[in-house]
């Protein structure tokens, strides 16, 4: 370990003489738990292309089953948790509610009768039109992870006797119930003044009817308790698809940190240089922040992470505007292997007041690797604000 931190710090000093490929950001649906914006604000209807939101919204929703225990690591690992799938009535039944909103002041969440068999998760939000976050799909994805997140601070032992009056929100029990694996949703937003516009989301789940004291899933190691003619799931290996599931994104994520309590373990680092890097937490959203008010600062996260063939580094990145006379600040991704000898990098000095996606290609097999970033202050650039938030590590190429 204490040899990467040294060869860490001397490539701190001399990734300045060399040049560096930028790479423009990507949109990569599910192989994260919070989705990348690509720009689209529409007050006047639906998003368009149905069926990349239908994907985007169910990887969430996948992604968030598959990493439960790094929510909270009190739940228990679950031997029966189904890959969820998206249900076409499911989602009928939410737009035709969304439209009535039209007509009612009130809307809320509507309870299905029984005979139904159908769960609801509801929410209504107003945003100001300044709301940093633009994309209709990139806001449901975190409300969507909000209702996971309510697990946060509740018991373990809520998994094999679900006691209602335990846990004052109940959303997250549609998202995590084993046997809950039809899912469809739908959303839209209104305009309420020239200021702010009100969102509603919707979305519902079957098969339901969970009663008090059931077990919402079993307790044991992952995936050993699937149903007949399922498996672990190539890409979400922790949940139970049918044996004959093709997934058009096979890769695995090897490693994955949001700054968040839950994933404080996941997220351990060493900083070199100025110690300015801080954890800001807003909005549900978790993420590094830097002032570059210094000349360098690096930050090496402490897992190594194992390669077998290829890897992808994604991570969100976002940099405040400077004054016009003032010189850009730079943000170097960096993937380290093999003690240190050798490395991959990507340097970027763009300003984006917006969360923009980038990815570094790591071209390494049978490696144990470590990534990390290095800020430097170039010129005049003091106090520009770089964040970075939302990294994960993914198996074969980008």
Same mark, same amino acid.
């Given at each position: ?38 720009? &689209? ?7 368009? +292309?149905?069926?990349? @939101? ?5 990887? @969430? ?63 209504? /939000? ?10 209709? /799909? ?11 997140? +309510? ?20 959303? !997250? /029990?549609?998202?995590? &119930? ?16 020239? %200021? ?10 079957? #098969? ?5 004291? $059931? ?6 190691? =992952?995936?050993? %308790?699937? #149903?007949? $003619? ?14 004959? *599931?093709? *997934? *058009? $994104?096979?890769? +695995? ?22 110690? *300015? =890097?801080?954890?800001?937490? &807003? ?5 590094? $922040? ?37 010189? %850009? ?7 380290? !292997? ?15 007041? @917006? =969360? ?21 202050? /170039?010129?005049?650039? %003091? ?16």
């Amino acid at each position: 370990m204490w040899i990467y931190l040294l060869i860490w710090t001397s490539l701190i000093y001399n990734l300045n003489s060399e040049h560096h490929k930028k790479f423009s950001y990507f949109i990569l649906f599910g192989s994260t738990c919070r989705l990348e914006s690509y720009e &689209r604000f529409d007050h006047e209807a639906f998003y368009p +292309e149905e069926k990349i @939101v239908t994907k985007a919204l169910l990887n @969430v929703h996948n992604c968030l089953r598959n990493i439960i225990r790094f929510i909270n690591q009190a739940f228990p690992r679950g031997t029966n948790l189904l890959k969820m799938e998206w249900d076409d009535e499911l989602y009928r039944m939410a737009k035709e509610q969304i439209y009535e909103c039209d007509e009612k002041s009130d809307c809320s969440k509507y309870q299905y009768t029984e005979d139904k068999h159908v769960e609801q998760n509801f929410k209504a /939000v107003v945003y100001n039109k300044s709301y940093e976050v633009k994309d209709p /799909v990139l806001r449901f994805a975190k409300i969507i992870r909000d209702w996971a997140y +309510e697990i946060q601070n509740l018991s373990g032992s809520i998994v094999q006797n679900f006691q209602p009056d335990k846990s004052p929100e109940k959303d !997250w /029990v549609n998202l995590f &119930r084993a046997t809950m694996y039809k899912v469809g949703c739908d959303s839209r937003n209104f305009q309420l003044n020239n %200021e702010t516009f009100k969102e509603i989301y919707i979305c519902n789940y079957a #098969p339901a009817n969970l009663k008090k004291g $059931e077990e919402i899933y079993k307790k044991g190691q =992952w995936c050993t %308790e699937c #149903p007949a $003619e399922m498996k672990c799931h190539q890409k979400w290996f922790r949940l139970c698809a049918p044996k004959d *599931d093709i *997934d *058009d $994104e096979p890769n +695995e994520i090897l490693w994955n940190c949001d700054f968040s309590e839950g994933m404080m373990e996941q997220c351990k680092y060493e900083i070199q240089c100025n110690k *300015d =890097w801080q954890t800001v937490c &807003r909005y549900g959203f978790c993420h590094q $922040e830097i002032t570059t008010n210094n000349p360098k600062s690096s930050l090496l996260f402490l897992t190594p992470i194992l390669v077998k063939d290829h890897a992808c580094l994604i991570f969100d990145y976002k940099k405040t505007h400077l004054p016009i006379n003032q010189r %850009e600040s730079t943000l170097t991704a960096i993937a380290v !292997w093999n003690n240190g000898k050798n490395y991959t990098s990507l340097e970027i000095d763009e300003d984006v007041n @917006v =969360w923009m996606r980038y990815k570094l290609k790591i071209h390494v097999k049978n490696q144990k690797i470590q990534v990390g970033f290095v800020v430097r202050k /170039v010129g005049n650039s %003091e106090g520009q604000i770089i964040s970075i938030g939302n990294l994960f590590v993914s198996s074969g190429s980008c």
